[in-house]
């Protein structure tokens, strides 16, 4: 079935430094649509990126993540980390063509540390 | 723009004793809705996926006796945790998907519940 695979189940950096969080999949569909959320404390997911087009970046709010269907990647980035960035990051994959639920990855917990 | 409420926030329960949770759907229509639940240190599980005059498809190892949905309209769901226990702790989920065919989902703040 459907996977999401997040290496890193905690990753602590200094602010200021590169931020890369890794997110890999597997799905028998050929269109998937991948998406990162992210989860502050006490509080819901939040949308904070999504993709569906190959190879092209997509970028909020700092951070941006590109979709390689030829390693089945959406790795999420931000060139310099914040202290309030600091929350748990979800990596999730849905196939629109057919039962559309979201299927999470494990999740990576980010702390910025000043 | 689109919103999702969940009441209640915060709940709490004694072992064995039931709780309703609703999600509400405003500024479009919810024509899917997805019930999840992330207990403590985990991800986020489906349950269940309701869509509007169809079946409710549960997830392995959720079933309609423990957690009956129901999602009447456009705007509104319900799904009741029976007999909860200790292991139905967590936050329970409502993401709605609108009927412009969107590909995101709405996801509401979700109802953390306690088990006592």
């Known amino acids: 079935g459907d996977s999401v695979t997040q290496t890193e189940g905690l990753v602590t950096l200094t602010e200021g430094l590169p931020v890369m969080l890794n997110c890999t999949y597997q799905t028998i569909y050929s269109n998937p649509f991948l998406f990162w959320y992210v989860q502050h404390l006490n509080e819901s997911p939040r949308l904070l990126l999504k993709?569906?087009?190959?190879?092209k970046r997509t970028e909020h709010q700092g951070f941006h993540a590109t979709l390689h269907k030829s390693s089945s990647s959406f790795h999420l980035q931000k060139s310099s980390a914040q202290l309030s960035d600091s929350a748990l990051y979800y990596c999730?994959?849905?196939?629109?063509?057919?039962?559309?639920?979201?299927?999470f990855g494990s999740g990576t917990q980010l702390t910025v540390m000043p | 723009g689109a919103l999702v409420y969940q009441y209640p926030r915060r709940t709490i329960c004694k072992s064995g004793t039931s709780m309703r949770m609703e999600c509400q759907a405003v500024g479009f229509q919810a024509t899917s809705v997805a019930w999840y639940r992330q207990s403590p240190q985990k991800t986020f599980e489906l349950i269940a996926l309701?869509?509007?005059?169809?079946?409710?498809?549960?997830e392995q190892n959720f079933t309609q006796e423990k957690f009956p949905i129901s999602h009447p309209n456009l705007s509104f769901s319900s799904m009741t945790v029976l007999n909860a226990y200790l292991e139905d702790r967590g936050l329970y989920l409502c993401?709605?998907?609108?009927?412009?065919?969107?590909?995101?989902?709405?996801f509401g703040p979700g109802t953390r519940l306690t088990v006592l």
């Open positions: 999730a994959l849905s196939d629109p063509s057919g039962s559309w639920q979201l299927i």
């Open positions: 993401g709605a998907r609108d009927s412009t065919g969107s590909y995101e989902q709405y």
């Open positions: 309701s869509t509007v005059n169809s079946a409710i498809k549960y």
């Open positions: 993709s569906f087009t190959d190879n």
